[in-house]
């Protein structure tokens, strides 16, 4: 008679910790951090003794999570000094239902200097980024290269959508002229939004 997997009857989401790498190999559902398993899934956590693997059995969808290297786009929640926060909208071309955010620090907007995050992005503009780094459970993102960057923002006087002339980004309703770190192609992806 086969004996089945002792189950721990705890119900898990992700983040909970199940483990650690000396007692067991990370398994379906589980991710590894600094020698400890953790679930990232939510689910009932399954310990199999016998084979040292520690998993999770899902109960749910399991939620799209960013990873290095993964595209997104998101929304500029708040601008400070040196880091711009990010709401993640999309992971690739998946809408992200979960409630992920990111964080742009000021060396990974641009391959030039940027002086201020206040230059770079203002609070509301959709952000094409990349994911360079998941470091204590962030997404530490980029926008460096030259396709990433805001495709859509919005003047910080009256509100209005700003529009890409050879004098840079300008609002057609009161004027204003901004900067920005901007895609390459910005303007012509804001449909996708």
């Known amino acids: 008679m086969t004996q089945l997997p002792e189950r721990d009857e705890r119900f898990v989401v992700p983040g909970d910790r199940l483990g650690v790498i000396e007692e067991f190999i990370a398994g379906i559902g589980t991710y590894v951090e600094n020698g400890k398993i953790f679930s990232m899934a939510t689910g009932y956590a399954i310990l199999d003794k016998k084979n040292k693997v520690a998993s999770v059995e899902l109960r ?29 909208l999309k992971i ?15 060396s990974n907007v641009s391959l030039n200097y940027v002086r201020s995050m206040h230059r770079a992005f203002k609070p509301g ?68 939004i």
């Open 92 to 106: 690739g071309n998946e809408a992200n239902a979960s409630s992920f955010s990111g964080a742009i620090h000021i």
């Open 60 to 88: 749910t969808h399991q939620p799209s999570v960013p990873g290095i290297g993964d595209v997104i786009l998101g929304q500029v929640t708040q601008v400070q000094e040196k880091t711009a926060s990010i709401r993640i």
């Open 125 to 192: 503009d959709y952000v094409r980024a990349q994911v360079v780094s998941t470091k204590n459970r962030t997404f530490h993102l980029s926008t460096e290269d030259e396709q990433l960057g805001a495709v859509q923002a919005f003047c910080s006087h009256c509100g209005r959508v700003l529009e890409l002339s050879d004098r840079g980004l300008t609002c057609h309703s009161c004027g204003s002229r901004e900067e920005r770190k901007i895609a390459a192609d910005y303007g012509k992806s804001s449909a996708q």
